[in-house]
């Protein structure tokens, strides 16, 4: 019981800057659902908003599945091998949280584009071009979301207790075993807790989606593209898409914060 109410205490001078932190934070997105234009809203769900939200979803899981095959060996690559220089490794790996999304994109057209370092080879010998295409929005928006799922992965991998797998190396275990087996399930919520992270900055991803995958509805056109044109010819559908995509975000962190994310009470 003390120690309840020795943790319930907050000083008056911390107490103030969180509300008003709280503030900062609620009170648009509160904004938003009070300009809602609620009446009109099946007239301005259109066909459109639908494809939006299908390709947004399509294109923001397989970018968290992309990041998963790629994103989990290389967390551990950062928080278990003895590689040299891996504090430089993890710097530039985090890049992409600083770097703006615009920038992101340029550099994947440099690289990728048809005429890019690596870009002009695809298209040359496989014939794969993939600036301006639904597998340029999954690139794009998997490059500026790995770093969440690669940094939750990495601190869990650090937290976790080496003992097991050491007793699973004792007991004969292969090393693919045991990563399987034991440090795989051990960092569980780590992982679960890094790919809804990841998935929901490449839900919300901008930038980088624009410059290298440009803007075609029905191929390239996502939910925060559509709401970016809709804001220039129609507020109010800007709006509802806008409470759309709120809506599905907070739906899913909603739904697996409790189980997997929330921390000690």
Do not use: Q
Request: hydrophobic share 55%; aromatic share 6%.
């Amino acid at each position: 019981m003390t120690r309840h109410r020795v943790r319930g205490r907050l000083p008056v001078v911390l107490a103030l800057p969180a509300a008003i932190g709280l503030a900062f934070l609620l009170v648009p997105l509160a904004g938003l659902l009070v300009k809602t234009p609620w009446t009109s809203l099946p007239t301005l769900l259109s066909a459109e908003v639908g494809e939006a939200l299908r390709l947004s979803l399509l294109c923001a899981s397989l970018a968290t599945v992309l990041c998963l095959v790629l994103g989990i060996p290389l967390a551990w690559l950062l928080a278990r091998s003895g590689l040299p220089g891996r504090g430089f490794l993890r710097a530039l790996v985090t890049v992409p949280l600083v770097l703006p999304p615009v920038v992101g994109g340029v550099a994947l057209l440099l690289v990728l584009g048809r005429r890019g370092l690596i870009g002009e080879h695809l298209d040359a010998w496989f014939g794969i071009s993939l600036p301006f295409t639904t597998a340029g929005v999954v690139v794009a928006e998997a490059f500026v979301a790995m770093p969440f799922l690669v940094i939750s992965v990495e601190g869990a991998l650090r937290a976790a207790d080496p003992r097991y797998e050491e007793a699973a190396a004792t007991l004969g275990a292969s090393k693919w075993l045991t990563f399987r087996r034991v440090t795989l399930p051990s960092v569980l919520p780590g992982v679960v807790a890094g790919t809804v992270l990841c998935w929901a900055r490449a839900l919300g991803e901008f930038g980088a989606t624009i410059t290298f995958a440009g803007n075609f509805p029905g191929e390239t056109t996502t939910m925060p593209l559509a709401v970016y044109l809709a804001l220039e010819t129609d507020p109010d559908a800007a709006i509802v898409l806008s409470v759309v995509l709120l809506l599905v975000s907070v739906g899913v962190l909603a739904g697996l914060r409790d189980r997997w994310i929330s921390g000690p009470s």
